[in-house]
C-alpha cells in the first residue's frame, strides 16, 4: 500500500460521512448496541482479519475507515472533538506522537501497556506499540553481491551509486531513517547526504516502496532502501523463481538500520472509550499477536510476548540504531530535511 507524507497541519478536509453499521451477534446470541469506529493507516488485510477476531469475541461491532495515515491524521486534527473516530491505528508511529502532542489521545489502560514493551509505546502513555518493521537494503542479486554493498546508509551519496540507487522519499517509512541521520550527524550534513542520493536516484525516484522494490527485483535499479516486509510481500506475489533480489541490513546501529513501531491509540474525543480500550487491548493480547505474527503483512509482533510465524530474522537478534520512539517524534523535522534537499 502506498504510504503518504505525514503532514499534520491546518488543511481543510472534506470528511466523509461514516456509514451506520448494523450490530453484530455476540457469541451468545444477544446483541451489542455499540459500535466503535477505527480509522487505519495499517494494511487493509491485516485490520480486517483483527476486527472479524476481535467482533466474533466480544460483539461489539467495528466501522474501519482505511486510508494513508498522514491523510487520516491530517483528518483528526481538523476534526478536532467532533471526530468520530474512536481509535487510530498507523503504521510508523510519528502520526501518534503528533496527536498525543496536541491532546488528541486518551491514556491507555495499564493493563493494555503492560502486555507490549514500554520501549515501542508512548512514553506518555497514549498509545500502545502493535507491530514492528525494520528498515533494510534491497539489491538486485544478478547485479550486486553481499560483499559490495555499503555498510552504512550514508555511504549511499557515494557516486559510485550514481544511476543504480532507488528512492521512494515521499513514503512515510523514509521518514525515521532522515531522523535518525540527523540525531547522529546534524541537520547540515543530513541535508548533504539527501542532496547526494537524491543525485544518484534521480533516474528512480519512485511513488512508493511497492514499485521501488519491483524495479529493483527487475533489475531496473540495483539497490533501495525500504521496510523489510515490502521484499517478502514482492516475493509471495511473483513466486521464488522470479525474485531477483535480497535484503541486507546495514551494519549494527547505523541509522539506516530503524525499527518502525505501528501503533493504536484510542481518541480523546471518543464516545465508546471502553470498547475502545477493549479493542487496544486485543491488538495486544495472544489472540490479536498470534494473528499479526501469521499475517501477511509480514511484521513483528510486539505484545504478550509472541513471536513472528514468518520466515523472517528473529526480532531479538536485530541491531538497529537506538533512537527511540520519542526521539523520532512527529516526523516534521524529516519533512522539512526532505524538503531542503528538494526530494519532496
Known sequence: MRRFLVIIAPVVIVVAAVAAF????????SKSTEKITVYSGQHPETVSALVAAFTKK??????????????LAAQIVQEGKHSPADVFITENSPPLMELGQKG???PVDGSTLAKTSAKYSSPQKN???????VSTMVYNTNDLKPSQLPKSVLELADPKWKGKLALSPGETDFQPI?????????????????????????????????????????GQAE???????????LRDEVGAAKTHSAEHFFA??????????SGAGVLASSSHKAEAQQFLAFLVSKQGQQILANDESYEYPLGSGVKTGKPLVPFATLRPDPITVQQLGNGSEAIALLRQASLL
Open 178 to 218: 532522515v531522523t535518525a541521520v540527523e540525531a547522529r550527524y546534524g541537520k547540515a550534513r543530513t541535508v548533504k547526504w539527501l542532496e547526494g542520493i537524491r543525485s544518484n536516484a534521480s533516474k528512480h525516484i519512485y511513488p512508493d516502496n511497492e514499485t521501488l522494490v519491483a524495479q529493483v527485483n527487475s
Open 252 to 261: 549494527a546501529g547505523d541509522p539506516g538500520y530503524v525499527i518502525d513501531v
Open 223 to 233: 539497490l533501495g532502501v525500504i521496510n523489510h516486509y515490502y521484499w517478502y510481500r
Open 58 to 71: 466480544t460483539g461489539i461491532p467495528v466501522a474501519v475507515r482505511s486510508d494513508d495515515e498522514g491523510v
Open 22 to 29: 448494523s450490530a453484530f451477534a455476540k457469541s451468545d446470541g
Open 104 to 106: 488528541l489521545l486518551a
Open 127 to 133: 498509545w500502545a506499540g502493535i507491530s514492528a518493521r
